[in-house]
């Protein structure tokens, strides 16, 4: 076979992600990758608030060594890839109570020293409940990063935002929120913890996660939503197969990919980071963890071709959102 020369963009891509140190998986949920079998491979099916409480089970049942053990599987798959960084949401509630917290205790001992993990608390129950707020308090003396799921306190999702931006603050902490995750022109939570981080004083301590209902948005709605992001320095993390999949619906909307816009996102010059989400479980089955699939997805489904910034995306964009110094 002739050798041809061809602008071979996969090489070149990967050959400057090294150069910046390496790739960063900025969104997680590590303590919970490879829990597919195949007696739970039925619930892949299921919606994603079903999935919420189904969990549940593997979480009573794991014990902090099968945590561990998982958690190190999916640590060392990325160190394999030359990952420099990960952001990796933990849950930490009445279930798993704080089983996730001592595996990642176990975790950082032994990678801390070969690569940077950021922990983040995920908060699957909610923080208003009772119970669900011991376990937030609890959990997040423990991480680096303080989670948000407003979607889980559907109806009350001011109060939990108020409630999450004060305990960062609080604890001189930023917050990861998981946002817009339905891709439908129903939802404006970027929106909503744009004007919470505001009204908290927390400008540039604030990442969204996900943010795909904004592509959903007709164009003004979106230009005025970047333009506020930008006013308060709310930075993103697209995932992009976690989303990809999004179901269809007869519900008429711009034409758009099921996808965080990165495009316009990065025209307005905000933060982009990009991560995996889950891996191998309920949720997403076919996740394998490959961090070139998720960026060769974020930039086909946005038609996405400046390759400066699917480099700045895959590597040091990834340590801003994680608070890392440069
Ligand atoms: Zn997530």
Redesign the pocket.
């Known amino acids: 076979m002739k050798k041809i020369n061809f602008f071979d963009l996969k090489k070149e891509i990967l050959k400057k992600i090294k150069k910046n140190g390496g790739f960063v998986n900025a ?3 590590l303590d919970r990758a490879f829990t597919l079998f195949k007696n739970n491979f039925k619930y892949t099916e299921m919606t994603l608030q079903e999935k919420w409480s189904l969990v549940d089970e593997i979480k009573r049942n794991s014990t902090v060594s099968q945590i561990y053990d998982r958690m190190a599987f999916a640590v060392e798959k990325m160190i394999s890839q030359e990952v420099q960084a990960i952001g990796t ?1 933990i849950d930490i509630d009445d279930v798993i109570k704080d089983k996730a917290i001592k595996a990642s205790e176990k975790i950082k001992q032994k990678y801390g020293k070969i690569i940077k993990i950021k922990f983040i608390n ?1 908060v699957l129950k909610g923080v208003i409940e009772k119970k669900a707020h011991y376990w937030f308090d609890y959990g997040s003396e423990f991480v680096d990063i303080i989670g948000g799921l407003p979607g889980k306190d559907k109806g009350k999702e001011e109060e939990h935002l108020e409630i999450i931006l004060e305990k960062a603050k609080k604890l001189n902490k930023m917050v990861h929120v ?1 946002v817009d995750q339905l891709n439908t022109n129903k939802e404006k939570e970027t929106e909503l913890l744009i004007r919470k981080t505001k009204e908290a004083n927390m400008n540039g301590k604030a990442v969204a ?2 943010s795909i209902s904004l592509a959903a948005h007709k164009k003004d709605y979106r230009k005025k939503i970047y333009n506020i992001a930008k006013e308060i320095n709310l930075m993103f993390i697209s ?1 992009p197969t ?1 989303w990809i999949d999004s179901r269809r619906t007869e519900n008429l909307t711009v034409t758009h990919n099921s996808v965080t816009p990165v495009d316009e996102m990065i025209d307005y010059n905000l933060t982009v980071a990009i991560g995996t ?2 891996i191998a479980d309920i949720y997403k089955p076919f996740t394998d963890g490959d961090m070139w699939t998720e960026l060769r997805f974020l930039l086909e489904a946005n038609h996405f071709y400046k390759l400066d910034k699917l480099i700045e995306i895959a590597s040091i964009n990834g340590l801003k959102v994680l608070g890392i110094n440069l």
Do not use: G, L, P, Y
Request: charged share 10%; hydrophobic share 25%.
């Open positions: 969104h997680c949920h949401f995920q998981h996660v996900h995932c976690a989400d889950n």
